[in-house]
């Protein structure tokens, strides 16, 4: 009885923390491993320009599952399909980006169609290139940071992290289609809300610039982030 209070309150806590440390810093393969160049026009980039003959011999890990060297793959589609997925349903997530990609293409074709010769040329037709547009159209500079100072928290505008950047952009971008709500299906809209962040409209954009408003209105605080 003894023994098993002792365990309880002076050993376990101690082997828990250690474990938790343990699994923390835990990895398959060190840092010395460098990440896989797999898309082939970036493999002849890196061949031409730092002599790739010098990779051969290190240590390189494995690319994951959705790493192709396929002209197909492109890594903001994986990405946006991700953030669309909820509860690990991927393969339902697959089926909404590519509905919303052919909705994209109809919408697109139909407006090529009923445009003049000289306008024809600005309309894009490629789906992922109006992703493209539309994330980058979304991407924020700045974003508001809470620092305590004195017992008082202030909202701080700090710039954005690039991985940061893209995940506002994108969850802009679904949770204004998902505000529509059942009314229409979510490829129709999503579809429409790309168009339109594409050329800088649309609830996702007008995200973005109020953002920056209020970073703007809290300029006055920005040297916080050096105190």
Request: charged fraction near 25%; charge should be positive.
């Amino acid at each position: 009885m003894w023994f098993a209070k002792t365990f309880n309150s002076l050993i376990l806590p101690d082997l828990r923390y250690n474990l938790v440390n343990e699994i923390q810093f835990y990895s398959v393969f060190s840092p010395t491993y460098k990440k896989p160049i797999y898309g082939k026009e970036n493999q002849k980039v890196f061949f031409e320009r730092y002599k790739g003959k010098n990779i051969l011999r290190s240590k390189i890990k494995p690319s994951s599952s959705s790493e192709t060297c396929s002209e197909f793959y492109d890594a903001l589609v994986c990405k946006f399909t991700n953030h669309i997925m909820r509860e690990g349903k991927k393969q339902i997530a697959k089926k909404l980006v590519a509905d919303t990609f052919e909705n994209i293409k109809i919408m697109q074709l139909q407006k090529y169609y009923n445009a003049s010769l000289d306008n024809q040329k600005n309309i894009i037709l490629d789906p992922k290139k109006i992703l493209h547009e539309a994330v980058n159209n979304c991407l924020p500079i700045l974003h508001l940071q809470k620092i305590m100072k004195v017992k008082l928290s202030y909202k701080v505008p700090v710039p954005v992290d690039k991985n940061r950047a893209v995940f506002l952009s994108m969850n802009w971008l679904i949770k204004a289609a998902q505000d529509k709500g059942n009314a229409e299906k979510f490829g129709d809209v999503m579809a429409q809300e790309l168009i339109n962040a594409a050329q800088n409209k649309g609830k996702a954009v007008k995200k973005m610039y109020d953002l920056h408003k209020q970073c703007e209105a809290n300029r006055a605080y920005a040297h916080y982030r050096w105190i």
